[in-house]
Nanobody, 127 residues
Framework: QVQLVESGGGLVQAGGSLRLSCAAS????????MGWFPQALGKARELVAA????????YYADPVKGRFTVSRDNAEKTLYLQMNSLKHDDTAVYYC????????????????????WGQGTQVTVSS
């Protein structure tokens, strides 16, 4: 089992940057694809970035392509999301999640396959 704790959220002006971290504890961090799911007030969680177990494959939703970068450090059991050129519409609680997998190079995009979730970190972008 994996426990996930997000950090790095905060208040930033539009156009600014933030770097989110997700620290994992538990025996297995490798063996999991990872993803970031923001949830804006009154809306469902939606995947914006995912990364494979190996770290070699990534997925980005269209609204964040070119602005967000997902990465992971398997030795440190940490997932990251670098967010640049932030927009007011990026305001949300950001959750990291882990999907068990046997595929080394697949960035999981199906939300139903993510089994472990963090508690979320608030990102607020002022316009």
């Amino acid at each position: 089992q994996v426990q996930l704790v997000e950090s790095g959220g905060g208040l930033v002006q539009a156009g600014g940057s933030l770097r989110l971290s997700c620290a994992a504890s538990g025996r297995f961090f490798a063996g999991y694809a990872m993803g970031w799911f923001p949830q804006a007030l009154g809306k469902a969680r939606e995947l914006v970035a995912a990364i494979s177990w190996s770290g070699g494959r990534t997925y980005y939703a269209d609204p964040v392509k070119g602005r967000f970068t997902v990465s992971r450090d398997n030795a440190e059991k940490t997932l990251y999301l670098q967010m640049n050129s932030l927009k007011h519409d990026d305001t949300a609680v950001y959750y990291c999640a882990a999907a068990p997998t046997v595929q080394l190079h697949y960035a999981e995009t199906a939300a139903r396959n993510y089994e472990y979730w963090g508690q979320g970190t608030q990102v607020t972008v002022s316009s």
